[in-house]
Nanobody, 130 residues
Framework: EVHWVETGGGTVHAGGSLRLSCAAS????????LGWFRQAPGKEREGVTTIVSDGVIIYVDSVKGRFTISKDSAKNTLYLQMNSLKPEDTAIYYC????????????????????????WGQGTQVTVSS
């Protein structure tokens, strides 16, 4: 069984920072989509940021300029640096990995739908107080 374990969550005041880590029990596949997702109470799980390829990283508009995703393949670890946190960032954060596909027609890589991501961490709670 593959295990992804998130750590680094906690409670901070608005404007504070947290750094989440996701340690995998297997080598991080550089050809996979690697991302962070979050689910706030009563809301659908949403994608926060994804490494599509080494040169392509996407962020949901609400976190652009504040969050940074990175990875350390040697440590099989994915990171999410979160700065200038806002109360609306409060959620359970999950790391995940899934297969990507090259789409020749549009010359882009395509990451899977959220339900098709293969590996998921157990989640870590991030709470941002006003």
């Amino acid at each position: 069984e593959v295990h992804w374990v998130e750590t680094g969550g906690g409670t901070v005041h608005a404007g504070g920072s947290l750094r989440l880590s996701c340690a995998a029990s297997v080598m991080i596949d550089g050809s996979s989509c690697l991302g962070w997702f979050r689910q706030a109470p009563g809301k659908e799980r949403e994608g926060v940021t994804t490494i599509v390829s080494d040169g392509v990283i996407i962020y949901v508009d609400s976190v652009k300029g504040r969050f940074t995703i990175s990875k350390d393949s040697a440590k099989n670890t994915l990171y999410l640096q979160m700065n200038s946190l806002k109360p609306e960032d409060t959620a359970i954060y999950y790391c995940a990995a899934g297969a990507r596909k090259w789409m020749p027609g549009v010359r882009r890589y395509r990451c899977p739908n959220i339900v098709d991501y293969t590996y998921w961490g157990q989640g870590t709670q991030v709470t941002v107080s006003s």
